[in-house]
């Protein structure tokens, strides 16, 4: 056999050995890429399901439904390739497209759940902080159009005011059933001073008036039992303050 068999053969045999480690590595990374897809796809389905199930029945609407319906629908059947077995997933599937066939009619059945402690306000607030980041990396995946996920911005923030509504006036009114005008006052007037705070407040006149009234009672009570109006519970105020604190999560812009 000639030198120059011999050098190509072991040429050859190199870049074989070559080929066939790069076949490996992309297959490999193939493999990851797959797993950290079916990954990312599951958690985003978790987290849609989570939302469009625990959501509060007063904060949650067929259109809001409709949309997270069509969401996991969309990752579900990106899931499908990835998934193995396939029954789970074509299961959801069919029973999502059922629901969505349904329109504005779709069954809202969420139970309504009273905001009556800072503990379940806080974590409707953190359902409403997932809602808006699932929305948010939906336009930027396209998934979403701009348009859409704006207008789902706009009443995620909405939900947020109502959240705080339905909040304040529950602690207001619980605090006052407790005898403690001191607590319902402080309550009352952050509700107020909440409201007053939105960009416009004339959308949520009826319920300022609600709470300006409450508010009015309260101080009268004060008066009467001879306390004064400023009395507050330094506790009460920091929780309230932790509720209401800056919420950069809101603050994020939908990109055209």
């Known amino acids: 056999m000639s030198p120059l068999v011999i050098t190509l053969l072991i040429v050859g045999g190199i870049v074989i050995l070559i080929a066939i480690a790069y076949i490996n590595h992309m297959v490999e990374n193939n493999k990851l890429e797959k797993a950290r897809l079916k990954a990312d796809l599951n958690d985003r389905i978790r987290r849609l399901s989570d ?3 625990s959501m509060p029945g007063q ?4 259109e809001l439904k409709l949309l997270l319906s069509r969401l996991q629908l969309h990752f579900s059947e990106r899931m499908l390739p990835l998934d193995k077995s396939h029954t789970g997933t074509k299961a959801r599937i069919e029973e999502l497209r059922k629901l969505i066939a349904q329109g504005e009619s779709i069954p809202v059945r969420n139970p309504p759940q009273p905001i009556l402690t800072e503990v379940k306000a806080k974590e409707v607030r953190f359902q409403l902080e997932n809602l808006h980041g699932q929305i948010t990396r939906c336009a930027q995946d396209a998934v979403l159009s701009a348009n859409e996920a ?7 923030r909405h939900m947020l005011v109502q959240l705080h509504i339905e909040f304040f006036g529950n602690l207001g009114q619980q605090a006052l059933q407790n005898n403690q005008p001191g607590q319902a006052r402080l309550a009352f007037e952050r509700g107020v001073q909440y409201l007053r705070k939105q960009p416009d407040p004339s959308h949520y006149q009826s319920a300022l008036n609600t709470l300006e009234r409450q508010l009015a009672q309260a101080n009268a009570l004060l008066v009467d039992m001879g306390k004064p109006v400023t009395d ?3 506790e009460l105020t920091e929780g309230l303050k932790s509720l209401e604190g800056d919420d950069d999560w809101k603050k994020k812009n939908i990109y055209d």
């Open 59 to 62: 904060l949650m609407t067929p």
């Open 150 to 156: 704006k207008h789902w911005v706009k009443h995620i």
């Open 232 to 234: 507050a519970s330094s």
């Open 51 to 53: 939302i469009c199930d």
